[in-house]
């Protein structure tokens, strides 16, 4: 399975964008890049995927590069509420989703 | 959007019982939900696939006997954590993806403490 790596700690302050990195230099072309975020206590929920172009959607943006070998999700605006453990995953049609161990992110108020 | 609803939300019993948790798509029909496992401050690991009409999937290093899932309508699977232990104490999560390739939906997660 291809692999993704994040950083394990990211902090942001409130109301400013956030830019959150994956590295997928293994990626096979048939890869969808998909990023989960798990909330405190809760289950994860989606919040965006892309193939090849950058993808927008009202939660997020995701830019993936050029050679597809990595991604930033970006938050355009962070607020308290988007602190969570963030997950980048590759995917292949409907494969079970294998998480891996994200980026915990921190708003400072 | 399509939801996932898990139940309960938590849930604690005593060493040796068994405890069944519920996993309901409540918009759309699944075909396959998906049965994680997440320990405090560690990721989620699948535990199975569970197929509806069929058995379950299960993965490498998780008990088939101990773990028993049952998908026995499109809308609702099962887990249920027999003869449960101290050790089984954890957050259970379930998940299930709606027609057409959309994302994967999950449920908010049952927290089990066994006593």
């Known amino acids: 399975d291809a692999k993704t790596t994040q950083p394990n700690s990211m902090e942001s302050n409130e109301e400013e964008p956030v830019h959150l990195p994956c590295n997928h230099s293994?990626?096979?072309?048939?890869?969808?890049i998909h990023w989960y975020r798990q909330l405190p206590s809760q289950g994860p929920e989606y919040v965006i995927h892309?193939?090849?172009s950058n993808v927008n959607n009202r939660m997020a943006s995701l830019a993936i590069a050029e050679d597809r070998k990595s991604s930033t999700l970006i938050l355009h605006r962070a607020t308290l509420r988007d602190a969570a453990v963030y997950y980048c995953?590759?995917?292949?049609?409907?494969?079970?989703?294998?998480f891996g161990t994200g980026t915990r992110l921190t708003i400072i108020p | 959007g399509a939801v996932v609803s898990q139940h309960p939300s938590r849930v604690i019993c005593k060493s040796g019982t068994s405890v069944k948790i519920e996993c309901r798509s409540l918009?759309?029909?699944?075909?396959?939900m998906f049965w994680y496992r997440q320990f405090p401050k560690q990721s989620l690991m699948l535990m199975a696939t569970?197929?509806?009409?069929?058995?379950?999937?299960?993965e490498q290093g998780v008990e088939k006997d101990k773990f028993l899932i049952n998908h026995a309508s499109l809308t609702l699977s099962t887990l249920t954590v027999t003869s449960a232990h101290p050790e089984d104490s954890s957050f259970y999560i379930c998940?299930?993806?709606?027609?057409?390739?959309?994302?994967?939906?999950f449920g908010n997660g049952t927290r089990l403490t066994v006593t």
């Open positions: 998940s299930a993806r709606a027609p057409g390739g959309s994302p994967l939906h």
């Open positions: 293994t990626i096979s072309g048939t890869d969808y």
């Open positions: 892309g193939l090849t």
């Open positions: 995953i590759l995917l292949f049609g409907n494969e079970k989703l294998t």
């Open positions: 918009d759309f029909q699944a075909t396959t």
């Open positions: 569970s197929n509806e009409g069929s058995k379950a999937t299960y």
